[in-house]
């Protein structure tokens, strides 16, 4: 099912619900009998709660794409640098090149363990409200460190890798001891730079 | 004891409308803002709102003698 049919499919039952749950007024006001709570139970908790579960999966899953994290203007000149073709960042590549094939930001700034997609939609809410209350500051950095072991979801199987990282090297990355930043980048491009572009 | 069965299904089915106005709101409009209030604000209400309602139903088979 593509994204634009679930967000299509959201609304609508998202709508119906909101109708039903209009109707219960109604409902309510009748005296008590077995189809007055039938009628309560799913109009104010079944329909709504499924409505509700998908309508959170559906943002979810459009707040991943890359347009959406660049609709706070703090993010433009990193979504211009992706498309960038005089850009040599690894951020640009990996977009250019099409390595990876969608969400590109999300696939890399989320952690490929349990509650990696709930840290990182946490944080993405985290950024909202200070973009919304003008509570950050520039430039804008990111918090804590980055965990490399995302690189090495994708990287650290490949022949590539393996061959161009000796085993000394690999267990030096494996050990956080070292990382790709070492020898690879930048990531993305300088926010002075980028603000003037 | 009636009043507050009443009282709590009104105020559990407010907060499930905002809950699904919000929702409603950040599908048609998906800009960060109706995402955030919709994850932030509505979800806390839906899920305010259906425990609101898990109430109801135990006042309610309470006040006929069920439970």
Same mark, same amino acid.
């Given at each position: @099912?593509?994204?634009?049919?679930?967000?299509?499919?959201?609304?609508?039952?998202?709508?119906v619900s909101l109708a039903i749950l209009v109707g219960m007024?109604?409902? $309510?006001? #009748?005296?008590?009998?077995?189809?007055?709570?039938?009628?309560?139970?799913?109009?104010? $908790?079944?329909?709504?709660?499924?409505?509700?579960?998908? !309508?959170?999966?559906?943002?979810?899953?459009? +707040? *991943?794409?890359?347009?959406?994290?660049?609709?706070?203007?703090? @993010?433009?000149?990193? =979504?211009?640098?992706l498309k960038n073709p005089k850009s040599e960042t690894l951020?640009? #590549?990996?977009?250019?090149? #099409?390595?990876?094939?969608?969400?590109?930001?999300?696939?890399?700034?989320?952690?490929?363990t349990v509650f990696g997609p709930v840290k990182a939609k @946490? $944080? !993405? =809410? #985290?950024?909202?409200?200070?973009?919304?209350? !003008?509570?950050?500051?520039?430039?804008? *950095?990111?918090? !804590?460190?980055?965990?490399?072991?995302?690189?090495?979801?994708?990287?650290?199987?490949?022949?590539?890798?393996?061959? *161009?990282?000796? +085993?000394?090297?690999?267990?030096?990355? +494996? +050990? *956080?001891?070292?990382?790709?930043?070492?020898?690879?980048?930048?990531?993305?491009?300088?926010?002075?730079? $980028?603000?003037?572009? | /004891?009636?009043?507050? %069965?009443?009282? %709590?299904?009104?105020?559990? &089915?407010?907060?499930?409308?905002? &809950?699904? &106005?919000? /929702?409603?709101?950040?599908?048609?409009?998906?800009?960060?803002?109706?995402? %955030?209030?919709?994850?932030?604000?509505?979800? %806390?209400?839906?899920?305010?709102?259906?425990?609101?309602?898990?109430?109801?139903?135990?006042?309610?088979?309470?006040?006929?003698?069920?439970?």
């Amino acid at each position: @099912m593509t994204t634009l049919n679930l967000h299509s499919i959201s609304l609508v039952v998202g709508l119906v619900s909101l109708a039903i749950l209009v109707g219960m007024v109604r409902v $309510a006001k #009748r005296p008590n009998s077995p189809e007055r709570h039938w009628l309560l139970l799913f109009g104010v $908790a079944v329909f709504p709660t499924l409505s509700l579960w998908l !309508g959170a999966h559906t943002t979810m899953e459009n +707040a *991943k794409s890359p347009e959406f994290c660049g609709s706070c203007h703090v @993010m433009g000149p990193f =979504i211009n640098d992706l498309k960038n073709p005089k850009s040599e960042t690894l951020a640009s #590549r990996h977009y250019q090149n #099409r390595f990876i094939l969608e969400n590109q930001c999300y696939s890399c700034h989320t952690d490929y363990t349990v509650f990696g997609p709930v840290k990182a939609k @946490m $944080a !993405g =809410i #985290r950024h909202v409200w200070k973009y919304e209350t !003008g509570t950050y500051g520039l430039p804008i *950095k990111l918090r !804590g460190t980055y965990n490399f072991q995302n690189c090495l979801h994708c990287h650290g199987e490949s022949r590539r890798f393996l061959e *161009k990282h000796d +085993a000394d090297l690999q267990k030096q990355i +494996a +050990a *956080k001891e070292t990382d790709c930043l070492q020898c690879h980048g930048p990531v993305h491009p300088e926010q002075k730079q $980028a603000q003037n572009r | /004891m009636k009043t507050l %069965t009443a009282v %709590t299904l009104q105020i559990s &089915a407010i907060l499930i409308t905002i &809950a699904l &106005a919000t /929702m409603v709101v950040s599908l048609i409009w998906f800009t960060p803002r109706t995402v %955030t209030l919709f994850l932030g604000l509505g979800l %806390t209400c839906g899920i305010a709102g259906l425990v609101l309602y898990l109430a109801y139903v135990i006042l309610d088979l309470h006040s006929r003698g069920v439970l």
